[in-house]
Nanobody, 117 residues
């Protein structure tokens, strides 16, 4: 079964930038797939960061995420990327990549990002 797989996160300093990647274990991104990035901070509900359509590469962001987060995809590398600028301690969370295909959403296992002040 296909499953998105995020790259390993880690601990960064406030103000740093970090890029996560997402690939598909057991398969590849294709045509009408939509990739989404989410995060869940400690004690908070999971929230969407944004999405990108695989074929067209069209990205959209939650209002609260617009500006410091950029989602893109590399068609030939078959990966999506989440680039984060100016990280803050409140960005500490588990970050997830998802893939929606034929109305089914597949979730990655998530990767922890910790931003220290």
């Amino acid at each position: 079964q296909v499953q998105p797989a995020e790259s390993v996160g880690g601990v960064v300093q406030a103000g740093d930038s970090l890029t996560l990647s997402c690939s598909v274990s057991g398969g590849t991104f294709v045509g009408d797939d939509m990739v989404a990035w989410y995060r869940q901070a400690p004690g908070k509900e999971r929230e969407v960061i944004g999405t990108i359509t695989w074929d067209a590469g069209s990205s959209h962001y939650a209002d609260s995420m617009r500006g410091r987060f950029t989602i893109y995809r590399n068609y030939h590398e078959n990966r999506s990327w989440l680039h984060m600028n100016g990280l803050k301690p409140e960005d500490t969370a588990i970050y997830y990549c998802t893939m929606q295909r034929d109305s089914v959403v597949y979730w990655g296992q998530g990767t922890q990002i910790t931003v220290s002040s």
